[in-house]
């Protein structure tokens, strides 16, 4: 079956835009997460929904990102105002049902460069 | 909040034993351990995951030790596709940290 599909694969944005990256997990999935990875570094988580709401946004760095599932299946990655230091590939991630025991599937991610 | 620490790189011969290991020393007792991998420009890719008991898949085994503080994440026979960034996380607390690089030597 299809897996998790993320678009647009490569975004640039000039410093000051404001960005939206989507996230279509697997069907029937529960829970979403969005991790940020850098360059050479590991995945670092963002927030997590599961189903429609919103458990968890500590990773968010600031109040210019923002993250939505209103109907508890795709997903969206807000970023206004970008900034240089938001470059990075954008991972989201999707799960079965309870976050303990489940493993995630990612997507292929988006990465995001701010000029 | 419990951590994983894992080597930063390891070289292993091709089709010979790899041994990975991550120490996660503050480990709670509902913890589970997974395992990812992260080949170039892909996302992650599961493994396998355990909790106490060792375990068996098609693509690896996990061993964990007895007090859970640590496990090691085992390839049987390392071929040139395993060549990938591995993640010990412990599951519910989405930390992956640098991971440990697999160089495969043919």
């Known amino acids: 079956g299809a897996g998790v599909s993320q678009s647009p694969r490569y975004k640039v944005a000039k410093r000051g835009q404001d960005v939206a990256l989507r996230c279509d997990p697997i069907s029937g999935h529960v829970s979403l997460f969005w991790y940020q990875q850098a360059l050479g570094q590991g995945p670092e988580f963002l927030t997590y929904?599961?189903?429609?709401?919103?458990?968890?946004k500590s990773g968010l760095p600031s109040d210019r990102f923002f993250a939505e599932r209103p109907e508890g299946s795709v997903s969206t990655l807000k970023i206004q105002r970008t900034q240089q230091e938001d470059s990075a590939v954008y991972l989201c991630a999707s799960s079965l049902a309870r976050v303990f025991t489940y493993e995630q599937y990612f997507g292929p991610g988006t990465r995001l460069t701010v000029t | 909040d419990a951590k994983t620490t894992q080597p930063n790189s390891m070289e292993s011969n091709e089709e010979e034993p790899v041994h990975l290991p991550c120490n996660h020393s503050t480990i709670s007792g509902t913890d589970y351990i997974h395992w990812y991998r992260q080949l170039p420009s892909q996302g992650p890719e599961y493994v396998i995951h355990?909790?106490?008991s060792n375990v068996n898949n098609r693509m690896a085994s996990l061993a964990i030790a007895e007090d859970r503080k640590s496990s090691t994440l085992i390839l049987h026979r390392a071929t040139l596709r395993d060549a990938a960034v591995y993640y010990c996380i412990l599951r519910n607390q989405f930390y992956f940290g640098t991971g440990t690089s697999l160089t495969v030597i043919p």
């Open positions: 929904f599961q189903n429609e709401a919103q458990l968890d």
């Open positions: 355990g909790l106490t």
